[in-house]
Every structure is written in C-alpha cells, then in structure tokens.
C-alpha cells in the first residue's frame, strides 16, 4: 500500500500550487480521500476531504473558497488545488484514505493509510 503527495514548493502569497496524491496497492475507488496539513509546532490540521461515492466534499473554514479538492479514480489521483496562498497555509501536507469522508468540519473515519507528506511554503 503506497500513498504519496507531491506538488509542494515555495511559492509567494496570492500563488496558487496543486498537490497530488497517488495511490497504489489497494482499490482506490473504496476509499474516501483527505488532506491534512501540519505546521511547525503545530498539531496535524484536516483541510478537506472527498467522498468516494458522490464526489461531496467539505472543507476547514480557513480554506473554503481557495482549495479546491478533487480525485480521478481511473488514474487513482486526488488533488488539492490551493488558490490564494497565505504564509499560514505553510505547512507539510499530507493525503489520507479511510473508510468515510463527513463534514462540515472535514474528516476522514475509519483511517486506512496516510501518505508521506509534501512541504509548502508560502513566503510573504
């Protein structure tokens, strides 16, 4: 089982960055996707995260109309396009797959694996 995020870097605020996940060794299309975050110093954070069957998602009100969460379950991809970037979205971000995806606040029941994370920085 292999989940892993890329896409991160260094970009100024007001830029935009788009974050995959690619998932292997399992059924991807059984699994609902999150995306978390965490700071240095900080406690791990849930950004947002999709359901498997009907693609609703739900997002952190720190986030919400600025990233966009989405999966290709032919290719088993998530994304997260983050639009908008502030200094405080700097964080390693990490992908995870559970059983359910519920809301408002985002977050992933029934953890099956989480995936090494991708740095982001958001300089100002």
């Known amino acids: 089982v292999q989940l892993q995020a890329s896409g991160g870097g260094l970009v100024q605020a007001g830029g935009s960055l788009r974050l995959s996940c690619a998932a292997s060794?399992?059924?991807?299309?059984?699994?609902?996707v999150g995306w978390s975050r965490q700071a240095p110093g900080k406690e791990r954070e849930a950004v947002s995260c999709?359901?498997?069957?009907?693609?609703?998602?739900f997002y952190v009100d720190s986030v919400k109309g600025r990233f966009t969460v989405s999966r290709d379950n032919a290719k088993n991809m998530a994304y997260l396009q983050m639009n908008s970037l502030r200094p405080e979205d700097t964080a390693v971000y990490f992908c995870?797959?559970?059983?359910?995806?519920?809301?408002?606040?985002?977050?992933?029941?029934?953890?099956?694996?989480w995936g090494k994370g991708t740095q982001v920085t958001v300089s100002s």
């Open positions: 999709i359901r498997r069957s009907d693609g609703n998602a």
């Open positions: 995870v797959v559970g059983n359910r995806c519920s809301g408002p606040t985002p977050i992933i029941q029934g953890v099956y694996h």
């Open positions: 060794g399992f059924t991807f299309d059984d699994y609902a």
